[in-house]
T-cell receptor
Framework: DAKTTQPNSMESNEEEPVHLPCNHS???????IHWYRQLPSQGPEYVIH???SNVNNRMASLAIAEDRKSSTLILHRATLRDAAVYYC?????????FGKGTRLHILP | EPEVTQTPSHQVTQMGQEVILRCVPI?????FYWYRQILGQKVEFLVS????????KSEIFDDQFSVERPDGSNFTLKIRSTKLEDSAMYFC????????????FGDGTRLSIL
């Protein structure tokens, strides 16, 4: 299984940017980096994915290091609704192998 | 925005009984999945399904489990003889054709085995 490493938890203030790091030193050339999140009592939700270039969508931005061994999910302006567990996943196999992710706490 | 829908939201069943969990994937999606999450634990892959057959299954997906796409819209997970340890949230997911397409998940069915 392609392994990623994320901090167990992070805290951020409401309306401030949040940078969620992920290390994936064993990434291979064809692995896409996917981010999902799971809000309380809900199913996982797709956030963003990328291969080499930085990506933006309406939910977040994904910054990928030049060597691709790490990436950062950026929430530009966190709201209370962004409190969730965030998962960084290397899309190597068709199935998703979820780790423990980063539990993001948003302080009002 | 189209979404994956799962029914029922909560299922309570006696141990040893059969249960069927139902999912309606997004209409133009071709790949279908079931995952489960035991309370307080990680989300675990159970099975993937494409072109009317199982593509891959995990160790959890033993002979008590089966999946079916009985018509063009539904995707079901059947547990033949439920055990206490089958109590969990069960999530259905689907995705488009294309190896790096993201999976889209339903909000799950909470299965409680008594």
């Amino acid at each position: 299984d392609a392994k990623t490493t994320q901090p167990n938890s992070m805290e951020s203030n409401e309306e401030e940017p949040v940078h969620l790091p992920c290390n994936h030193s064993t990434i291979s050339g064809t692995d896409y980096i996917h981010w999902y999140r799971q809000l309380p009592s809900q199913g996982p939700e797709y956030v963003i994915h990328g291969l080499t270039s930085n990506v933006n969508n309406r939910m977040a931005s994904l910054a990928i290091a030049e060597d691709r061994k790490s990436s950062t999910l950026i929430l530009h302006r966190a709201t209370l609704r962004d409190a969730a567990v965030y998962y960084c996943i290397l899309n190597r196999d068709d199935k998703i192998i979820f780790g423990k992710g980063t539990r993001l706490h948003i302080l009002p | 925005e189209p979404e994956v829908t799962q029914t029922p939201s909560h299922q309570v069943t006696q141990m040893g009984q059969e249960v069927i969990l139902r999912c309606v994937p997004i209409s133009n999606h071709l790949y279908f999945y079931w995952y489960r999450q035991i309370l307080g634990q990680k989300v675990e892959f159970l099975v993937s399904f494409y072109n009317n057959e199982i593509s891959e299954k995990s160790e959890i997906f033993d002979d008590q489990f089966s999946v079916e796409r009985p018509d063009g819209s539904n995707f079901t997970l059947k547990i033949r003889s439920t055990k206490l340890e089958d109590s969990a949230m069960y999530f259905c997911a689907s995705r488009l054709w294309g190896s790096n397409q993201p999976q889209h998940f339903g909000d799950g069915t909470r299965l409680s085995i008594l």
